[in-house]
């Protein structure tokens, strides 16, 4: 509970890229959440900002 209580609001994200790991490990977490019938709907769409700007800007 305790954790639960401690939430922030994060309203400015710095440039440090996140490593993978920590990335899998997340969605890992994610995956043991219960879910109705044990259906599992869950999809994960992982962006890369900087690969997301560069084809913004260019149109590719």
Known sequence: ???????????RFNEKEVEVEKINKIIEAGMLAL????????????LDLI?????SINGN
């Open 1 to 11: 509970m305790s954790i639960i209580n401690k939430r922030q609001s994060i309203r």
């Open 35 to 46: 879910s109705s019938k044990n259906k599992r709907p869950w999809r994960f769409v992982i």
């Open 51 to 55: 690969k997301v700007r560069y084809t």
